[in-house]
């Protein structure tokens, strides 16, 4: 039995047999990099998709390239998961490194290149609000949704983590009594799109939950609306990846629109489209204040969430639609954390007059009804029919 009992340590030590069993970090999906490519922006990689033995750890470094990617050179001390784009990158494109390692060993793999980062947006002369005195004569041309996520209202109005939310509030309109329907996520993205939340209490994905139901999105005709995902892989993707979730992104939930998702709900590129009547903007996990890799607490959550808005928000204010004088912007959360569901809400159109608030009570179900009004629907979803319009309240 010793001499046995021998054998069988000589084979369990012998050649460090552990490190033979692991396997290697292996990349199955390159990092992708988010942000808005221009001075001043904040870029996030995400880690990408690995197989191999875990536990895995990630290391990061940027790189600037040429304007095709390539003779790329590192960044010195440019090794964190996210990366601020300085003077000295404008003409260039930039890559992230991800480097995965374990006991097995370590691998690496690039992202694209961003596109070429441009000088930063000229500042804005005067506030986006108040510039007419009434709702546009030949009607609202486009709305459009920013939908942020699991944060109260008073965890955004007056703190010193939301300058640019807070500087939009004076600026514009500010619902100041406005609340989410239920917990979790995403029956509230589909009530505020439906019109009821379709009896969902979970945040399981689409082919949980496939609802053969209307929606805003069926309401208007194929081409009449876009929903634009931040780090979304592909179009209409069905299923987590990353930090894109896809409970925070309600169309690919609609069988019914299955065809025009394809073709409708497609990756937020450097620059948005807002040509569509309507338009769903979903940031990612790190951006919409939900949670991320580099981050757990509420401050720091309303800190990047406010950083990635106050560079995103001016593309849309100095798109064509917007200075046409025709469309306007809301600016909401899914619902608040833990038992408050009051939520901030902010209005922004030229013709909402700047400072403007309303306490009013107001909900998911009256965005819906506003939009719907806006948009020259005369049939109101669901509990939209019964919801009190905010087109009043902010000069809409």
């Known amino acids: 039995m010793l001499v046995l009992a021998g054998v069988i340590l000589l084979a369990a030590f012998d ?20 942000g808005a490519s221009a001075e001043g922006s904040t870029l ?15 290391s990061y470094n940027w790189r600037r390239c040429d304007v095709d990617g390539v003779n790329c050179v590192l960044i010195t001390g440019a090794t964190d998961a996210s990366y601020t784009v ?4 404008i003409g260039s494109t930039i890559r992230a490194r991800v480097t995965a ?39 609202w041309a ?18 010193v983590n939301a300058p640019t939310i807070n500087a939009l509030a004076s600026e514009c309109g500010l619902a100041m009594s406005f609340y989410a329907e239920t917990h979790p996520s995403l029956p509230n993205y589909i009530a505020m799109t439906s019109g009821s939340t379709q009896g969902i209490t979970d945040d399981a994905g689409p082919l949980s939950h496939p609802l053969d139901v209307s929606s805003i999105f069926s309401q208007l005709s194929p081409d009449g609306w876009r929903s634009l995902s931040e780090s979304m892989p ?32 497609v990756p937020l590129g450097p620059t948005p489209d807002l040509s569509a009547r309507f338009t769903f903007v979903t940031p990612n ?3 919409d204040m939900h949670s991320c890799p580099t981050q757990n607490d509420t401050a720091t959550e309303v800190q990047t969430g406010d950083a990635w808005l106050s560079t995103f928000l001016p593309q849309v204010l100095d798109s064509p639609e917007y200075t046409a004088g025709a469309t306007a912007v809301f600016i909401t959360w899914d619902e608040g954390a833990g038992a408050d569901q009051h939520i901030a809400t ?5 013709s909402t007059p700047a400072g403007t608030t309303s306490a009013s009570t107001f909900n998911h179900y009256s965005l819906l009804r506003t939009t719907e009004e806006m948009l020259g629907l005369t049939t109101y979803l669901g509990e939209a029919a019964n919801a009190v319009s905010m087109r009043s309240a902010f000069g809409l």
């Open 285 to 287: 996990l790190c951006h």
């Open 86 to 89: 300085g003077a000295s990158d």
């Open 346 to 350: 902010l209005v922004i159109a030229p």
């Open 142 to 159: 486009h709305v459009v949704w920013i939908v942020f996520e699991n944060k109260s209202y008073d965890s955004v109005i007056g703190s």
């Open 101 to 139: 390692s374990n006991a097995a060993g370590e691998a690496g793999r690039r992202s694209l290149p961003t596109a070429v980062v441009q000088a930063a947006p000229p500042v804005e002369e005067g506030p986006p609000c108040g510039t007419a005195t009434s709702p546009p004569a030949d009607g």
């Open 15 to 34: 050649g460090g047999s552990v490190a033979d069993a692991a396997e290697p970090p292996v990349n199955v999906n390159r990092p992708l990099v988010s």
């Open 44 to 58: 996030m990689t995400t880690n990408g998709e690995w197989t191999g033995t875990e536990p895995i750890s990630y």
């Open 234 to 265: 592909s179009n209409c993707y069905l299923v987590n990846s990353g930090v894109y979730a896809v409970r925070h992104n309600p169309a690919p939930y609609y069988t019914n629109i299955r065809p025009e998702c394809a073709n409708q709900n």
